[in-house]
């Protein structure tokens, strides 16, 4: 039923005063459907630590739901450790634990991994968060192969993560596939879909290549005979992300995670596409 999907929401932190304000403005709007939890990205190598726990800390403090980004990267552990305890004692209930990108100077002795930063929380705080770490439908860009990327998600689960939240993809059958090799691993916690909204041809192509995720061939060519962020171009992504999540739907998803990239529309009106909302 759908009454019974849940959604949350994921911004990065803004770069700029005009960022900041029109972020805020966002939250706001996007606050009024109900989301689960926003979560706040932390850059590659803790590039964005400062804005990340500022960023967090404002929206703790109107009264949102919010879960950090959080990663070893250049970090040491005594630093992370205070900034959880930061977290901890200003409210902080979620995590989004991830793997840091190492800087090419430092040693590779530096933990690094979801797993252990995971563990390392766990150690520490006990059960006080409730933590998510990531996986990858279409298989991480640096694993070997499909069974040993799900393997890895099988390790941060099992050290102490609560669930796992898919990176963006357009096709359903790579969750589903993903979705039974958990099953035969093992793995029994929810996994639960990354959703991007298709506002930007050249954007999309970019992430895509970076993080691993297809873009089938039909849907680059379709989304090619528009104008990128045309009316035309957003009104016919919303339709293709809108109807991927109705077939995840049927595949018996309970909840979705947007990656919003720190814009109302385009998530707003999937969410009322899939009947999630009385109006936008």
């Avoid at 019974?4 to 459907?33: A, M, W, Y």
């Avoid at 995590?95 to 090419?104: E, H, K, S």
């Avoid at 590779?108 to 006080?128: K, M, P, Q, T």
């Avoid at 694993?143 to 050290?159: F, I, M, P, T, W």
């Amino acid at each position: 039923m759908k009454d019974d999907i849940s959604f949350s929401f994921e911004f990065f932190p803004p770069r700029t005063e005009v960022g900041h304000i029109k972020l805020k403005q966002v939250r706001e709007k996007l606050n009024r459907l109900g989301p689960k939890y926003f979560s706040v990205t932390y850059g590659a190598g803790g590039t964005t630590r400062d804005n990340t726990r500022d960023t967090v800390l404002e929206m703790l403090a109107e009264g949102l739901e919010v879960a950090p980004h959080l990663s070893f990267g250049a970090d040491d552990e005594e630093f992370i450790e205070s900034l959880l305890h930061t977290y901890q004692e200003a409210g902080i209930k979620r995590l989004v634990a991830l793997r840091g990108d190492l800087p090419p100077e430092l040693s590779d002795s530096r933990l690094v991994y979801a797993n252990e930063l995971v563990e390392f929380i766990r150690a520490r705080f006990g059960e006080h968060f409730d933590i998510a770490v990531g996986c990858y439908p279409e298989v991480h860009p640096q694993a070997s192969g499909y069974a040993e990327d799900v393997r890895y998600l099988k390790q941060k689960l099992n050290a102490g993560a609560d669930y796992a939240v898919t990176q963006y993809f357009y096709n359903a059958d790579a969750y589903a596939r993903f979705l039974d090799e958990c099953d035969i691993q093992g793995i029994n916690k929810p996994i639960i879909p990354g959703i991007m909204p298709i506002t930007n041809l050249d954007n999309l192509v970019r992430f895509s290549d970076m993080c691993g995720a297809e873009i089938p061939r039909w849907l680059q060519k379709s989304l090619s005979d528009f104008e990128s962020g045309s009316e035309d171009f957003l009104r016919f992504g919303e339709e293709v992300v809108s109807n991927l999540c109705e077939q995840l739907i049927e595949l018996g998803a309970e909840s979705f995670h947007f990656y919003t990239m720190n814009q109302y529309e385009p998530t707003a009106n999937i969410c009322a596409n899939l009947g999630l909302l009385e109006q936008v």
